[in-house]
Every structure is written in structure tokens, then in C-alpha cells.
């Protein structure tokens, strides 16, 4: 089947891949001038990517104009960025362009109903909107296009995995027929029927923005017991939440010990609920309160960094193991380790330098996003030079402090329980327990 996609960003080439691993003719259409680079730089985009381009380029055509595109194929993906508005919405302003270039073929094209898939995230009645600005231009809704909401349920890093074995499969519809094309669509990819979740255009568009809030919900109240813990002798937050986890009704899923969420996804669909409570009379109270507890985890970091720089008396550096806001990607922009940095700063904590150790980091990308940051590529000179570690994102190799050889006291900030041992003169700091 001839299928195209518009939009080769962090998601849309994955993407792309992903369906032409499934036998499909994928024709791609960004206005990016210089995609041949972007795939020479697959590996930094996506784990996995490389590996699906050498299999599979042969199924991906790059197109100069949309209007190639609509000529070929029967559906389109729309995969483009919905940047946050400052009211916490979504801006649909560059689906509503690719719309524009759409709409161009389809006069060529009439009759054909071509199927227009939107998989980026989009506040509750934009599709309903898209249907409309289609209509405004003299097309038939369910004749010449029909609208689709299919959003991505992946995470960056596992976007891949994500797309081959998905919790859900979400199709919002507004027609029974293009419901049945979609379906069929999904079917001959995935096995189990029952990834298929119908829904309409509405419905579809809560239930993205909703599922991030639960979880990010989770995470605060995680967080919660955790800073509880903090201020209670002999109590550890790691057991009680696995407690609270073990109940079939909550289960383990992000019942952790950890730092802020942080990313691109999180923090902007907590706010987007929050806007389109406040837009239909409801009080967002569970998303504000749940941003409220993610805003108080850096001040948890600084506070037992205050300890510890009153209790050795001198200047420190601190070292930040993890930049990037999870492992197995490159972005650094709304990170808790960025989020952390502006936090010391504007504690004004007198530290001696910060310095970063991330294998997913480049020293450009360091520098570009802060040049007073010291960075290591080499994990024993960054242990060398640095009197507390604080452990940005989980995952980490114990062996990495284990053969620590020096009489200089270490500290390390173990934010995600991820060290087992305590070994002299390491001093280990962990989160969700009372430390002095």
C-alpha cells in the first residue's frame, strides 16, 4: 500500500521506517532541506533507527512537494510539532499549513476521500476544526477527505519498541467508514485486536492528554511519599511504594522513587488539560496540584545540598550524572537536570562549578545549551573532579562508583535508588530516606 507521511522530525522518520517495515511504499515530504543529513544522523535521533534504514530504505521515497504525495497515495499521516500556546493549548498552526498544501491536490483529486491521519497531540476540538477549515475551502467531509486522530502513545528513546508493541492503538473518528479503512489498517499490522480502541474525535483527544496526567499523577504522588519519607526517621519510601504498587488496582507503573517528570510531552499535556478544564467551567485541580509537587523536586535536590556544602565548610563541585531528560536520547530542552541547574543558580548555592557527564551528550550540545558547564567524556575524570554526584535518570551501572579509588569523601545523590551498597568514602544520600 502506497501511504505517505508529513513530517520527518524525532517521531515522523521513525515512523516512517516503522511502516515501511511493514511492507508498505512510504512517501515523506518535510520541509527540512537536508533529510539525506538527518539519516546520516539516525543514530542520534532514535536507538534502533539505524538498523531499520539499512532494512528498509528501499520502501522510502522523499518528495519535494505534498502535492505529490496526495496524487499517490490514499492516506496521509500528518506527524508535525503542536507547539504550546501561552495558554497551555496546543498551536495547530503547522497542521493547518500542511492542511493548506493538502488541500491543493485534493482539488485535483476530488471524490477520492482521501484519508488525513493527525498523530500529533491536539487540544479537545481541533479535528472538528480541521473538518471545518477543509469544508470552508468547498471540500466534502466523508466524500472528498475524511479526518482521523490517531495519536503516538511512544517515548523518546523507546519509540520504536513503542510502535511495534503498543499498550493502545487510539482511532478517533467522526465516520463508521473511514473507521472500518483505519481499523483494517491497524488489523493487518498488529495481531491483537484488541490494541484497537475507537473512539470519536473528542473523546480521542481527552484521552490523550488525560493518560499523561494520570501518569504524571502517579509521579507527584510518588514524589510525595517520598519527600515524606525524607522527614521521618526509619521510614523508606522505596518499600512503602512498592507496597502501595503491589495492589492490583495501582500496580508498580511509575510508583517510584525518582526526580521530577520532565520532557516534551509531560509537563505541556498537564497544561493543555488544565486549559480546556478552565475553558469548560471545571476547576483543574488534580493537574495544578500535580504540577505543583513536580515544581518542589529540584528544591529537594538544592536542600540536601545546602547539608552537605554547610557540613564540609568549603566550596564543592557538583556533578550531574544525566543531562538529558531520559537515557537513550539527545534532548536536554525541559529536563529535571536543566531544570536543576536554574534552580542552583537561583539559589545562589556557593558551589565552585558544575560539571556533566552524559554518554548521550555530545561537548557541543553541552556547551550550546550552557557554556559555563563543565563536560566529561571520560567517567573517571568526571568522578575525579567532582565532591557530590547527583543521579539525574534511572538506569545507572553500579560498577560506575564501584572501583572509586580515593580518600577524597564522595557524595552521591541517589535519586532514583538505582545503588545498592555503601562503601567508604562514598557517603550516600537516598532519596525517599532521612538523611541528617
Not at 341 to 366: C, G, H, R
Not at 394 to 420: A, Q, V
Request: proline residues 3%.
Amino acid at each position: 500500500m502506497n501511504i505517505s507521511v508529513v513530517g520527518l522530525g524525532r517521531l515522523g522518520l521513525p515512523f516512517s521506517f516503522f511502516l515501511a517495515s511493514k511492507g508498505h511504499k512510504v512517501l515523506c515530504f518535510d520541509k527540512n532541506l537536508n533529510i539525506k543529513e538527518q539519516l546520516k544522523q539516525s543514530k542520534n535521533i532514535e536507538p534502533g533507527l539505524n538498523d531499520y534504514i539499512k532494512k528498509y530504505k528501499k520502501n522510502i521515497f522523499i518528495e519535494k512537494k505534498i502535492n505529490s504525495l496526495i496524487s499517490k497515495t490514499k492516506i496521509s499521516f500528518i506527524v508535525l510539532p503542536t507547539p504550546s500556546n501561552k495558554d497551555g493549548s496546543f498551536s495547530n498552526s503547522f497542521i493547518f499549513k500542511s492542511l493548506d498544501e493538502i488541500s491543493l491536490s485534493l482539488k485535483i483529486k476530488k471524490n477520492t476521500n482521501h484519508i488525513i491521519v493527525i498523530t500529533s497531540t491536539v487540544s479537545p476540538g481541533s479535528c472538528d476544526l480541521f473538518v471545518k477549515y477543509l469544508e470552508k475551502k468547498g471540500f466534502k467531509n466523508k466524500k472528498d477527505f475524511s479526518i482521523v486522530y490517531n495519536p503516538h502513545f511512544i517515548a523518546q528513546g523507546t519509540t520504536l519498541k513503542n510502535l511495534e508493541k503498543p499498550d493502545l492503538v487510539l482511532i478517533g473518528t467522526n465516520n463508521d467508514k473511514t473507521k472500518k479503512k483505519i481499523n483494517d489498517f491497524y488489523k493487518k499490522i498488529y495481531k491483537k485486536k484488541s490494541l484497537l480502541k475507537n473512539t470519536n474525535f473528542k473523546e480521542g483527544e481527552i484521552s490523550k492528554i488525560a493518560i499523561n496526567c494520570y501518569i504524571t499523577t502517579k509521579i507527584s504522588f510518588s514524589n510525595y511519599i517520598s519527600e515524606l519519607s525524607e522527614t521521618t526517621k526509619n521510614v523508606d519510601a522505596k518499600i512503602i511504594l512498592d507496597v502501595i504498587g503491589q495492589d492490583k488496582r495501582i500496580n508498580h507503573s511509575y510508583m517510584k522513587v525518582g526526580t521530577k517528570f520532565s520532557g516534551p510531552c509531560f509537563p505541556r499535556d498537564n497544561l493543555a488539560l488544565i486549559n480546556f478544564s478552565k475553558k469548560s467551567n471545571i476547576s483543574p485541580l488534580i493537574p495544578i496540584s500535580t504540577n505543583k509537587i513536580n515544581s518542589k523536586q529540584s528544591v529537594r535536590i538544592i536542600k540536601n545540598l545546602k547539608k552537605v556544602i554547610k557540613k564540609e565548610k568549603k566550596l564543592l563541585n557538583v556533578g550531574l550524572f544525566g543531562l538529558t531528560y531520559k537515557p537513550d536520547t539527545n534532548l536536554i530542552l525541559g529536563s529535571q537536570g536543566a531544570s536543576l541547574i536554574y534552580e542552583i543558580k537561583k539559589s545562589k548555592i556557593n558551589i565552585k562549578k558544575i560539571n556533566i557527564f552524559d554518554k548521550f551528550l555530545t561537548y557541543n550540545e553541552v556547551k550550546k545549551f550552557n557554556k559555563d558547564l563543565s563536560f566529561y567524556e571520560n567517567k573517571k575524570n568526571f568522578v575525579k573532579n567532582s565532591d557530590i554526584i547527583i543521579i539525574m535518570y534511572p538506569g545507572l551501572d553500579e560498577k560506575f562508583f564501584k572501583n572509586y579509588k580515593s580518600k577524597k569523601r564522595l557524595y552521591i545523590f541517589d535519586c532514583w535508588r538505582s545503588i545498592s551498597y555503601k562503601k567508604k568514602p562514598i557517603e550516600l544520600i537516598e532519596f525517599g530516606k532521612y538523611y541528617n
